[in-house]
């Protein structure tokens, strides 16, 4: 059985080999995801458990007029944006009393060699972005998604999700812009 | 310069181009299963159980002090009483009115 709609069915049902069928069918890509949002290997990991545990959870409330993939995806970003705000609140609590440490460069685990120096700008800036633009460039461009699905993951018509990318990369650019003299002050 | 600049956005932008994926780690799944399968024990925190013990202690201290203040006022009550019992003529008890 490897249909991942029969899989929820029977994961609905509390089929366990079912469960371990589709972990082995999205577990990368949820990961993925969340790394793209997180930048922290642990972080990513967390929220994995949780979409996992969530999905066992609610398989009986899947709707099948949606693609299970949009649905672990949008369970994914629902996951990622959660544990980013959760982060936010727990920096803004913690840089109130102590000196502020500024979070290392990110290089993700699967960016080519020849292309890490670039990838770490691109990553910093990227975390910097507005949630529903953060979300639209990562799901087009890192995971490579058609529009289509990333308009129905973000409930979103194709037309928004192209403006969303259109603004994002403008700011992308602005955002590389500022920091390109500080990578010549580097090095 | 200005062209240097472009070619290194650009080249910061197009830096996920042949990306691979990212595998977790093989412990993931085992917390995967742990989490989901494992039976539930409901565990109240200890923050709770702090709040829990302040509010019987609160409540113990309020019926101490309902209590205290019950018994003096009701030994009031039965002290007036007392008096003014002591203030009454004593009874005639022998009856014999025409000696």
Same mark, same amino acid.
């Given at each position: 059985m490897s249909d991942p709609t029969q899989l929820i069915r029977a994961i609905a049902d509390g089929d366990r080999n079912a469960f371990q069928e589709l972990y082995t069918? *999205?577990?990368?890509? $949820?990961?993925? &995801?969340?790394?793209?949002?997180? /930048?922290? =290997? /642990?972080?990513? =990991? =967390? $929220?994995?458990?949780? $979409?996992? &545990?969530? %999905? +066992?959870?609610?398989?009986?409330? +899947?709707?099948?007029n949606a693609t299970v993939s949009t649905w672990v995806y949008r369970i994914t970003v629902n996951t990622s944006l959660n544990l980013l705000k959760k982060r936010k609140r727990r920096f803004a609590f913690i840089s109130f009393g102590d000196s502020v440490k500024e979070k290392p460069d990110f290089v993700h685990p699967g960016i080519l060699m020849e292309h890490q120096e670039s990838a770490k700008a691109l990553f910093k800036v990227i975390d910097g972005l507005a949630? /529903?633009?953060? &979300?639209? +460039? %990562?799901?087009? *461009? %890192?995971?490579?998604?058609?529009?289509? =699905?990333?308009?129905? %993951?973000?409930?979103?018509?194709l037309k928004a999700v192209e403006s969303l990318l259109q603004r994002s990369k403008r700011n992308l650019r602005e955002k590389l812009e500022k920091l390109y003299p500080d990578r010549r002050k580097k090095k | 310069? @200005?062209?240097? @600049? @472009?070619?290194?956005?650009?080249?910061?932008?197009?830096?996920?181009?042949?990306?691979?994926?990212?595998?977790?780690?093989?412990?993931?799944?085992? @917390?995967?299963?742990?989490?989901?399968f494992s039976a539930k024990v409901k565990m109240i925190p200890v923050s709770q159980l702090r709040f829990i013990a302040a509010a019987a202690a609160i409540l113990l201290v309020l019926n101490v002090i309902t209590l205290g203040t019950y018994i003096q006022r009701e030994n009031a009550v039965w002290g007036e009483l007392l008096e003014e019992t002591e203030e009454i003529p004593v009874l005639i008890s022998d009856y014999k009115l025409y000696e």
């Open positions: 069918l *999205f577990s990368e890509k $949820v990961y993925n &995801t969340a790394l793209s949002y997180t /930048q922290n =290997e /642990q972080d990513a =990991e =967390e $929220v994995a458990q949780d $979409v996992f &545990t969530s %999905i +066992f959870k609610n398989a009986k409330h +899947f709707k099948e949630l /529903q633009q953060k &979300t639209a +460039f %990562i799901l087009s *461009f %890192i995971e490579d998604l058609p529009r289509q =699905e990333v308009a129905d %993951i973000m409930g979103l018509s | 310069m @200005k062209e240097a @600049k @472009k070619a290194w956005i650009d080249a910061a932008l197009n830096s996920t181009q042949g990306m691979q994926r990212a595998k977790p780690s093989d412990e993931l799944w085992l @917390k995967i299963q742990a989490r989901t």
